[in-house]
């Protein structure tokens, strides 16, 4: 029974200072498992990064050479390659120095150049703040990681040592620094299934944060494992011998979880220290896979297995690779024992993740070449959400939902097991597949019943997408999609529409003010139209007539630089611009007024989204009065052939069924009711405010007549 968990080793870690490397330790450490020459290429290394950070020191006061020195080492203990080890020495001096790329790529090779770049933060100046920064820096090092994926390996080696370190640094930059592990790296590093990166990351961060309950829990946890020793050596015991009986070898070891783990695990559950200590957890390790299942007979043979909770990671490995088997018994005195089985090669990659056998994923090793597939995938899934994107911080937003996944597994129509992260619903599915079927979903079946598109999905149902090709994402989706994936391929599309929604609008705008200088678009001279472009920086004649459309431009001001017409002319005597209602997502409806056709309406422009139609008596827009620029002259097309709310209240006797008989009554004026709110008044008296859909001034009209038939009902009026 081996007595050195993680979490005694990583209390080691954190608690003893490291002690001073120099760099003929690293080579020897190297010189075990790689040859002569590439030992003496991280020599060359090493003394290149300390020449050029000659004369620098850390906050501690230390030579910086230390720190590259110290990172080198975390990697060259993870047996990475050379190169890997060399931009470890020299991850810094592109940005602390005055070393450049080209110059690593001339004097080491283009790989270690990369890699250094891509751990390369960009410089400061280019960004208004620091979240900006932090975002932007995060999708250079991913996108240079989706080429090597050594450049994340370098990086959180850099940031284990930094974290180890951060004692000597100001309170705020500590916390700051501590935050974004535990936000960012710690979950990359379990994403890509760095086990031990991940605890120690996650411990480090806890410490810097939450020092006292550190403290308290990594003192009750020496304690409980003293008081455990008795029955945690008598299952050992046990276990080995039926072993014995069997033929089997294996090594066994208790196991417990990481302190931050453990934390998260009373804070989301609100299970109080005991309560989480109150498992027996052991790991058995073995020889092959098929041992891992002849174990799980012997452990299920000698205590009785809780129902449930078996669990075949080997044969449907988790996202970033992970296999093992686990199964809960009922142990002695009824203690719960949770067990994972696995290969010694499945605990190598439990532990190391990508990074496990580095310079031999060759065709033995075919549990470290899934990680690398399903990380390339990963990565690939990451590219495709940061074309998405539209900046770089709601890039860094889609990666945290990213990051913090829990799965679930299910089907598809052929059989095939997907991975999903709980919560996710059957659009989230349907994007997952591809993102052509998620652009065209309708309905889902799940086991062979029509679901809404909204509902969750859990693990072991068959799903089957049903597509049109007329369909399209609808906003809404929005409200209920989780996965990274659906977000961020529905904001595209959504996008794209508006923009040529935008594009229409704009157009209409720049002929309605152009009519004033009676010209048109389509006869405005090709000369001009680029000399305004270049003005206003821009690649197109679309781009702008898109920035009109959206109310980022003034359509005016615009008309008068096209036609070369300083002066500003009589508004008036251009023809108001007609709303149909079918203009999309650039024209909208003020939810103050609510307009219908019929009432007298106005328009103002608000930059990014377009125009929002108000009625002309609205209230709201009296402040807004002022801005003459941002105001538009708009009417009702003759024909508007779609349904708009309203919202009426109708003063009712307080009486039962009154709610019904009005939604009888405003369904028979051919409307139906959006929304209620019953507001009660004294005096048996109670003011329901109804939102309903009509089709305009009249349809609403024929609604109060029908209303006004109910005897119980007082009052009835529009709301403004
Ligand atoms: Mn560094």
């Known amino acids: 029974m081996s007595e050195k968990t993680t979490v005694a080793a990583e209390l080691e870690l954190v608690h003893n200072a490291e002690p001073l490397l120099t760099i003929e330790d690293l080579c020897f450490a190297a010189s075990n498992y790689l040859e002569a020459k590439p030992v003496d290429d991280i020599r060359r290394a090493y003394y290149f990064a300390k020449e050029a950070h000659e004369g620098q020191t850390r906050s501690s006061g230390e030579p910086y050479i230390t720190h590259p020195l110290a990172v080198a080492h975390v990697l060259t203990m993870m047996h990475m390659d050379n190169e890997c080890i060399m931009a470890g020495l020299l991850h810094d001096v592109i940005e602390d120095t005055e070393v450049s790329r080209e110059a690593l790529a001339v004097e080491f090779s283009e790989e270690v150049a990369l890699l250094v770049d891509g751990v390369t933060k960009l410089a400061k100046a280019a960004f208004e703040t620091q979240q900006h920064a932090q975002a932007e820096n995060l999708r250079k090092m991913l996108l240079a990681m989706s080429q090597d994926i050594r450049v994340i390996i370098v990086k959180l080696a850099d940031r284990l040592h930094n974290m180890r370190t951060l004692g000597h640094l100001r309170p705020d930059k500590r916390r700051r620094i501590a935050h974004e592990t535990l936000d960012i790296y710690a979950p990359i590093a379990q994403r890509l299934g760095m086990n031990l990166m991940r605890c120690e990351l996650e411990d480090l961060g806890f410490h810097v944060l939450y020092p006292i309950r550190y403290r308290v829990l990594s003192d009750a946890v020496r304690k409980a494992r003293g008081n455990r020793k008795e029955i945690v050596s008598q299952i050992t015991r046990s276990a080995l011998e039926r072993m014995e009986q069997e033929g089997l070898t294996a090594e066994i070891q208790g196991r417990e979880k990481n302190l931050y783990s453990l934390y998260q695990k009373m804070v989301s559950k609100r299970l109080t220290f005991s309560e989480v200590m109150d498992v027996y957890a052991f790991r058995i390790v073995v020889d092959d896979v098929d041992a891992c299942y002849r174990m799980l007979g012997v452990v299920h043979n000698l205590y009785k297995p809780v129902q449930g909770k078996f669990k075949d990671y080997i044969a449907i490995p988790k996202a970033n690779g992970y296999q093992s088997l686990h199964t809960v018994l009922f142990g002695p005195y009824g203690v719960p024992i949770e067990v994972q089985i696995r290969s010694r090669d499945m605990d190598q990659m439990a532990e190391a993740g990508v990074a496990a056998h580095w310079l031999y994923k060759t065709g033995e090793n075919e549990g470290s070449n899934q990680a690398h597939r399903l990380a ?345």
């Open 376 to 720: 390339r995938q990963w990565l690939q899934g990451i590219l495709e959400m940061q074309k998405g994107s539209g900046d770089s911080v709601e890039f860094l937003e889609n990666l945290r939902i990213d990051l913090f996944p829990e799965e679930i597994y299910v089907f598809t129509p052929n059989g095939q097991i997907m991975a999903m992260q709980r919560g996710a619903s059957v659009v989230d599915f349907a994007y997952a597949v591809h993102s052509d079927v998620g652009n065209s979903c309708v309905a889902a079946k799940v086991g062979r019943h029509l679901v809404p598109l909204s509902t969750k999905l859990e693990t072991g149902q068959s799903v089957e997408i049903i597509t049109a090709s007329t369909s399209h994402p609808n906003p809404s989706w929005l409200n209920f999609v989780t996965t990274a994936k659906a977000r961020s391929s529905i904001r595209h599309y959504l996008k794209q529409l508006r923009n040529e929604d935008a594009e229409l609008l704009g157009r209409r705008l720049l002929n309605k003010h152009l009519s004033v200088f009676s010209s048109v678009v389509d006869d405005l001279s090709k000369e001009r139209i680029s000399q305004v472009l270049e003005e206003f920086e821009l690649d197109n004649f679309e781009q702008l007539l898109g920035e009109l459309g959206l109310g980022n431009r003034s359509a005016l001001v615009v008309a008068q630089k096209l036609t070369q017409n300083g002066t500003s002319l009589d508004e008036e005597s251009a023809a108001p611009l007609i709303i149909a209602g079918t203009e999309g997502l650039v024209v909208s409806f003020a939810r103050c007024c609510h307009p219908i056709p019929g009432d007298p309406i106005h328009g103002f422009i608000s930059a990014g989204r377009g125009i929002v139609v108000h009625q002309a008596s609205c209230k709201n827009t009296l402040k807004l009065r002022t801005q003459n620029e941002k105001w538009l002259d708009v009417t009702w097309a003759d024909d508007v052939s779609r349904e708009f709310p309203v919202d009426i209240i109708v003063h009712a006797k307080n009486q039962r069924g009154v709610l019904a008989t009005v939604a009888v009554a405003v369904s028979e004026a051919d409307s139906n009711i959006d929304n209620v709110i019953v507001d009660e008044r004294d005096g048996g008296y109670s003011d329901l405010h109804l939102t309903i859909e009509v089709t305009d001034r009249q349809h609403l009209a024929q609604v109060i007549r029908r209303l006004r038939r109910v005897d119980l009902i007082e009052r009835i009026s529009r709301k403004n």
